[in-house]
């Protein structure tokens, strides 16, 4: 069993990187093997089902933005191949995507089989090789001189003068993977809800509404990323029946996946209802409504753009009725309001999987990865791609573009030089 390219794992990676070698070199000898009896089992999950395949920012400079690991790394191969490419490439094959109001962009069908079956429809017109139920148990460089591997696996023997490596966050090849050499940067989940049991969001589930959103230890001591910034996030936040989710918090869970790890996930965060303000300011509005307003009931003044049952249930935290004017408001209500308003603190005791998408922090460190051509710099004629590597991005299509853009980038420097 001798092919000119064995990948291991047939996932979106390993299918990606098939497909475009087999597309730019028909004459070259080309084998999927994955472990499972089925394949692309996640991109069937993915996106609830829907398959959020890559998101609509196709300058790359901006796209790297939102992978807290890989940012750096991914701003060369992102000028070779963009999530405009990865639209173009569904396109040419009949496949018409869609752009959701946040840039999410799925299949129109609403449907990840669209995808699968646009896969499996391109491995058979190329005539790549699949083999399901075929686990790799071992992978051996045959010789360091001319690099070429053997591949123990459940199905035999297979040799091949280069490998793509496309497991995806699976931990016993990361462990053959370190036993060649590489360095695995520890595995962490990223893309989680956080779970809070309190009162002030007793009965809110639900709601949704802008927030800016900080990370804070159990000692009110701002949270710091691996590089120094301070973990803060902005947009909708959503209450759930554990706790919050939402953008704002599902970002929060990528850049800080690897601080959050390490406090065990019990922290804090503090939530400004009124993102464009800040407490002072929300104060000084107070102040003037409690003058301007005051024979009314502050139950029937909504001053800011938030909704209306957050809004009571605030004003009941702050211990503020339905009957209360606001001339009625004392000092100490107003500010608790203001603060409630703009600095809420929750602790936040665990974390939830959100269900639409998850990912693993963690995998081959990039260092030893050629950005060029996904090769390990550790073994040659050895490509990486996908989440094997260490990179994962917020929830958005973020993390199948990163999948899309190694495997073109592994298939390029295989085909330019085969
Ligand atoms: C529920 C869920 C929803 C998601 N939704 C989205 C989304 O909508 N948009 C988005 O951008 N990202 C989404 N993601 C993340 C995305 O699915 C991954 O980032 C992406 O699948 C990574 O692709 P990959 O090819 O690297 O790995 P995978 O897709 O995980 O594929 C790896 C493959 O390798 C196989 N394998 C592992 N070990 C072996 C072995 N020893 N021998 C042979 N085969 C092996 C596995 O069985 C698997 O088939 C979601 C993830 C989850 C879990």
Redesign the pocket.
């Known amino acids: 069993m001798i092919f000119d390219v064995i990948i ?7 299918f990606f990187s098939a497909i475009q070698i087999a597309t730019h070199n028909p004459q070259l000898k080309v084998v999927i ?4 009896k089925e ?1 692309l ?3 069937k ?3 609830g089902g829907r ?2 395949v890559t998101h609509a920012e196709f300058v790359p400079n901006e796209l790297v933005k939102s992978y807290p690991r890989g940012e750096k790394e991914l701003r060369g191969p992102f000028h070779t191949f963009c999530s405009g490419d990865t639209v173009a490439f569904f396109e040419d094959r009949g496949v018409a995507l869609k752009i959701e109001e946040d840039g999410r962009m799925f299949p129109e069908s609403d449907s990840s089989q669209t995808i699968i079956d646009c896969f499996l429809a391109e491995t058979e017109r190329l005539g790549i090789k699949v083999n399901t139920s ?3 148990k071992n992978i051996k460089e045959l010789s360091s001189e001319n690099s070429s591997w053997e591949i123990e696996t459940s199905q035999g023997i297979f040799q091949t003068k280069k490998i793509v490596i ?5 931990p ?2 990361w462990n053959q993977l370190a036993a060649l050499g590489h360095t695995i940067v520890s595995p962490v989940p990223s893309l989680f809800t956080f779970n809070i049991k309190d009162i002030r969001i007793n009965g809110l589930m639900g709601l949704s509404s802008p927030a800016e959103v900080k990370l804070i230890d159990r000692k009110n001591n701002p949270i710091k990323l691996e590089n120094g910034q301070k973990a803060t996030a902005k947009g909708p936040l959503l209450i759930t029946h554990w706790g919050m989710s939402g953008p704002a918090i599902l970002k929060l869970s990528a850049w800080g996946a690897r601080k959050l790890f390490e406090q065990n996930y019990q922290f804090k965060i503090q939530v400004n209802w009124l993102p464009t303000y800040n407490q002072e300011e929300v104060l000084s509005d107070l102040k003037e409504l409690k003058t301007s307003e005051a024979k009314k009931l502050v139950f029937n003044t909504r001053p800011f753009e938030i909704p209306k049952r957050l809004w009571f249930k605030i004003l009941e935290v702050s211990g503020i009725t339905n009957l209360h004017k606001w001339a009625e408001i004392n000092k100490n209500q107003l500010q608790q309001l203001s603060q409630e308003l703009t600095e809420a603190t929750f602790d936040v005791n665990g974390k939830s999987t959100f ?5 693993t922090a963690g995998g081959v460190d990039l260092k030893e990865i050629n950005f060029k051509t996904y090769e390990s710099k550790i073994c040659k004629n050895m490509f990486l ?4 590597i260490n990179v994962d991005a917020i929830t958005g ?7 899309w853009t190694g495997a073109y980038i592994v298939a390029k420097a295989i085909t330019e030089v085969a």
Do not use: D, H, M, P
């Open positions: 291991v794992g047939g996932g979106a990676a390993g093997l994955e472990r499972g394949v089992t996640k991109v999950v993915s996106g398959c959020n075929c686990g790799v496309s497991t995806g966050s699976n016993k090849i269900k639409e998408e998850f990912v791609a996908g989440e094997v299509g973020f993390n199948f573009q990163n999948a």
